[in-house]
């Protein structure tokens, strides 16, 4: 089993910048592909972004792309989110996943943190 810890989220003002850490326990960090998602009162969730495993590349969905930036440092087990330029429309709980399967789809993510509120105000 793989447990993973978010945290970072917070209230900023529009313009401003977050930077989100999902901790992982375990050794098999590494094996994974890690992807962001996030889920607004009354929406689905949605893809926000995601890192691969061995050969790197990243992915973003388009409302956030130059924007936010995943990265991730397997010596420390950790994956990150810096969110620049944020938005009202980016306020959601942001969660952490890990998994192996399409990077963009939530339902083939194998393990999935708790969730951290992230509030843009006007």
């Known amino acids: 089993q793989v447990q993973l810890v978010e945290s970072g989220g917070g209230l900023v003002q529009a313009g401003g910048s977050l930077r989100l850490s999902c901790a992982a326990s375990?050794?098999?960090?590494?094996?994974?592909?890690m992807g962001w998602f996030r889920q607004a009162p009354g929406k689905e969730r949605e893809f926000v972004a995601a890192?691969?495993?061995?050969?790197?590349?990243?992915y973003y969905a388009d409302s956030v792309k130059g924007r936010f930036t995943i990265s991730r440092d397997n010596a420390k087990n950790t994956v990150y989110l810096q969110m620049n330029s944020l938005k009202p429309e980016d306020t959601a709980v942001y969660y952490c996943a890990a998994g192996r399967g399409r990077l963009a789809v939530a339902r083939d993510y194998d393990y999935w943190g708790q969730g951290t509120q992230v509030t843009v105000s006007s």
């Open positions: 890192i691969s495993r061995s050969v790197i590349s990243t």
């Open positions: 375990g050794r098999a960090f590494s094996n994974y592909a």
